[in-house]
């Protein structure tokens, strides 16, 4: 069982960065497979990017991939999404997500994962 925790989030203005850091808890990090999503208010949970365990195989969505990236330190059980160029519309909770894997990425649904942390929060100000 992996136990995920996100850090990072809080309150930026428009055109500002955040990195944002998931940590796992098991001693099997690197067998997973891991992903970020978001939920924005009265939205669904969205797809924002994926990680191979080894950190050499990604995958963005397509209205993500020019301002986010997303890599993981399996030495220090943490992934992160480093996101740049903010906007309004980026405010939401975004989560961590992990699935047992040993190639490539998961998929972009939230049923392709098994463990979920809590969500951090990031607000964007205009």
């Known amino acids: 069982q992996e136990h995920l925790v996100e850090s990072g989030g809080g309150l930026v203005q428009a055109g500002g960065s955040l990195r944002l850091s998931c940590v796992g808890s098991?001693?099997?990090?690197?067998?997973?497979?891991m992903a970020w999503f978001r939920q924005a208010p009265g939205k669904e949970r969205e797809f924002v990017a994926a990680?191979?365990?080894?950190?050499?195989?990604?995958h963005y969505a397509d209205s993500m991939k020019r301002r986010v990236t997303i890599f993981r330190d399996n030495a220090k059980n943490t992934m992160y999404l480093q996101m740049n160029s903010l906007n309004f519309e980026d405010t939401a909770v975004y989560y961590c997500?992990?699935?047992?894997?040993?190639?490539?990425?998961?998929?972009?649904?939230?049923?392709?994962?098994?463990?979920w942390g809590q969500g951090t929060q990031v607000t964007v100000s205009s």
């Open positions: 098991g001693r099997t990090f690197d067998s997973y497979a």
């Open positions: 997500a992990a699935v047992i894997r040993s190639q490539g990425v998961a998929g972009p649904q939230i049923s392709d994962y098994d463990y």
């Open positions: 990680v191979s365990w080894s950190g050499a195989v990604t």
